[in-house]
């Protein structure tokens, strides 16, 4: 068998044939580099920290399981690495997936990326920016949340407008805020260090592990994963990306190894201003109305207390509009897997139109839009992010475990980077993240939207036979 067209995605009658030189191949390796960033650094490790301070009880823990979570990640990536550079075209995910087991499993995937890979990470990090934003405004409760999903629904539109006028404007927006990002990350960890050193005490915190807590830990793992998640964020763009069997490894490996260091020592600084008990008091708080989403925002209760509410306050803000870079690369992404899903006749064909003169996937990008905004106004920030993290997860695990199969099935793909340590390190991914999946079922504090979860994968399954990819299928048989 002949090897596809490498630009390719998948097509009903041939499997991977289908052309999409019409998306031009403009974007470079530090443009690849930001999108790893981007998809990477966001809501994430500005919110589930304080989630896992609290439910842990531990600085010590919590630090050990962001590195746990580095561990994991980096196994992904170069897992990936090879995946993306043997097969470099639109679609990410959804390609390996149609290569290793055909279409229903690649639909699946793109079903799952539609309501929960994309979406969910797209409210949450909108929600996220709008709460940093509006936290000097120390707003009521009920006001607070409207405020917030207000916030983030204009944020949502003009990023979507900004990505459907061109790639030479969303370049520029993207790795400008990209860079900012992760100036203002370094900006914190820097001044937290120097400000937080003398509360080492708050790292020698570490309780006995009993099976009560070895089951917290997982489950906070689950936040973890969801943070760690978006290292595969430059394999949905590799169709777009000049010479990608080159670069798109270099990007992922790159991207992946910044962001983890950024991640420990951020957290570090969390650790420094607050101790564990500092946490547990403002969810316990018999004022707390919100939860577990009273700590939501950490990296501001952080900064407040390590600098006061006159450097917080800007901090908090400039955290916010930080966090918009990480709403652009999502709705930037997200809209690439329904057009090769609407290629393969897997969607409907409207979905894989491009605007003429620009070239940017329209109807992709309001389909993605929309969903998104049924998230943000229907779930809390908790919700929406074990939400996404469940799904992600599965597919995550499933489209890392076709290393094996394409091994095996296409020897004949050529392979410019193997993943070192093979078969040991996607082996060590495919463990580590199906027992995460199985925390997210077990732990009742997140049992209902991970049933949520699964209830809407499960759906895409009638929604694939009544495809056109389907139906043409059957009628063939």
Excluded at 59 to 84: D, F, K, P, R, Y
Excluded at 385 to 411: D, E, N, Q, T, W
Aim: glycine fraction near 10%; aromatic fraction near 10%; include cysteine.
């Amino acid at each position: 068998m002949s090897a596809p067209d490498e630009r390719a995605v998948p097509n009903e009658s041939n499997g991977p044939a289908a052309d999409v030189a019409a998306m031009p191949a403009e974007f470079g390796l530090w443009m690849a580099v930001f999108v790893v960033v981007a998809s990477m650094v966001g809501v994430g490790v500005l919110t589930t920290s304080g989630y896992t301070m609290y439910l842990v009880g531990s600085n010590a823990w919590m630090l050990a399981l962001w590195t746990l979570g580095g561990v994991i990640a980096i196994c992904g990536a170069l897992t990936l690495a090879e995946l993306s550079a043997a097969l470099p075209r639109t679609g990410g995910d959804y390609v390996y997936l149609y290569e290793a087991y055909g279409p229903l499993a690649a639909f699946m995937s793109g079903w799952v990326s539609f309501l929960m890979g994309f979406s969910g990470p797209c409210a949450s990090a909108a929600r996220g920016a709008a709460k940093y934003v509006l936290a000097p405004m120390e707003l009521t409760s009920d006001r607070a949340i409207l405020a917030e999903r207000g916030l983030a629904t204009l944020a949502i539109l003009i990023f979507a407008a900004i990505h459907l006028s061109g790639r030479r404007r969303t370049s520029l927006v993207q790795g400008w805020i990209t860079g900012v990002k992760v100036g203002v990350l370094l900006v914190l960890i820097v001044a937290g260090l120097a400000v937080g050193w003398p509360n080492t005490a708050n790292l020698d915190d570490a309780k006995a592990v009993d099976l009560g807590l070895a089951k917290t830990m997982l489950a906070s793992l689950v936040f973890i994963y969801y943070a760690y998640t978006g290292w595969n964020g430059a394999s949905y763009l590799a169709g777009e990306i000049r010479e990608p069997q080159k670069v798109l490894p270099r990007a992922i490996l790159y991207g992946t190894g910044i962001v983890t260091l950024l991640y420990l020592a951020v957290n570090l600084v969390y650790a420094l201003a607050l101790s564990a008990g500092d946490v547990k008091a403002i969810v316990e708080s018999p004022a707390n109305t919100q939860g577990l989403d009273a700590v939501a925002p950490i990296a501001e209760i952080a900064t407040r207390k390590l600098f006061g509410s006159r450097w917080s306050n800007p901090l908090s803000v400039a955290i916010g509009l930080m966090m918009l870079s990480s709403l652009s690369v999502y709705l930037l992404l997200g809209p690439r897997v329904i057009y090769a899903m609407a290629k393969a006749g897997q969607f409907p064909a409207a979905a894989g139109r491009l605007i003429p003169g620009v070239e940017t996937p329209g109807v992709a990008t309001l389909c993605q839009v929309a969903v998104t905004l049924v998230l943000l106004w229907s779930a809390s920030l908790a919700g929406i992010l074990v939400y996404a993290s469940v799904g992600l997860s599965l597919f995550s695990l499933l489209a890392m475990s076709s290393i094996f199969v394409l091994r095996a099935k296409r020897p004949d793909l050529p392979r410019p980077f193997r993943t070192p340590g093979y078969p040991a390190t996607p082996a060590l991914y495919l463990v580590l993240t199906g027992t995460l999946l199985v925390a997210a079922f077990v732990n009742s504090g997140s049992q209902k939207e991970s049933l949520i979860a699964l209830g809407s994968m499960l759906l895409g399954i009638p929604v694939y036979y009544l495809t056109p990819s389907a139906r043409r299928a059957r009628g063939a048989a």
